[in-house]
């Protein structure tokens, strides 16, 4: 029995080290196609080959460093739900666009999970640091960027309203955090409305789409100088 359970360590020991290296492997191999151009922040992140790195901080922050003004798609035309397309512009008080800006955006599923198995992430910083759908972006010129992803669900046994969250980081400016919500929403009603408009969440209504979106919101952030 003793001989058995060893091996059954032993086992379970080269599994393990097996899995990190493979991990490390893949890791090293994302950063390797964005380094090199043949591969876009968003191609690595609709990659089923790299789903599993996606709760992984090293993964993370290689999809960070290499984040650009191109289009960001953080969800496969395999991901359940309704597919939309986001429209951002950020600019300062005075009306002026702010190029450059580094976006952190993340939300839930079609399900109202962050992760792929579960509801929400305990480990850490739980969701905020580990959600599946995530993604870095900046802004361009004109201070805007495109967002292509499937409409998030509230979370289950909740009356939360579905929301993106994001994070928007510039020189010179204010860390800026919001959520982007949904008018057609039918959580988004009575007092819930009300708290996440004192909340100063973004609330968008749907526009029209072409194929192969189902809705399309447009949000504009301003953000204060330091």
């Known amino acids: 029995m003793k001989a058995s359970a060893l091996s059954l360590l032993m086992a379970l020991a080269s599994l393990q080290t097996f899995s990190q290296t493979d991990t490390a492997k893949l890791i090293t191999d994302a950063e ?3 380094s090199d151009h043949t591969s876009t922040v968003s191609g690595i992140l609709t990659d089923p080959a790299y789903a599993m790195l ?15 003004t191109r289009t960001l798609t953080i969800a496969n035309d395999k991901e359940p739900g309704k597919k939309i397309k986001v429209d951002v512009t950020v600019k300062d008080k005075t009306g002026q666009p702010i190029a450059n800006a580094l976006i952190y955006l993340y939300q839930t599923d079609a399900r109202g999970w962050y992760a792929a198995d579960a509801p929400h992430v305990l480990a850490y910083e739980g969701d905020i640091r580990h959600a599946r759908l995530f993604g870095y972006v900046k802004t361009d010129k004109a201070g805007k960027f495109e ?3 499937v409409k998030p669900s509230g979370y ?3 009356d939360l309203p579905a929301h993106i969250h994001v994070h928007v980081m510039a020189e010179g400016y204010q860390s800026y955090v919001t959520e982007f919500l949904f008018d057609d929403d ?3 009603v009575g007092n819930i409305r009300e708290q996440s408009v004192r909340n100063q969440f973004i609330i968008a209504k749907p526009g029209k789409a072409e194929a192969p979106f189902s809705q399309k919101f447009t949000y504009s952030l301003t953000v204060e100088k330091k």
Do not use: G, Q, V, W
Request: net charge positive; charged share 35%.
């Open 32 to 34: 390797n196609k964005l």
């Open 156 to 158: 289950p046994r909740s």
């Open 147 to 149: 967002l292509h992803t």
């Open 54 to 68: 996606h709760p992984k901080t090293a993964f993370r922050d290689i999809i960070k460093k290499y984040a650009d």
């Open 186 to 188: 039918e959580r988004l």
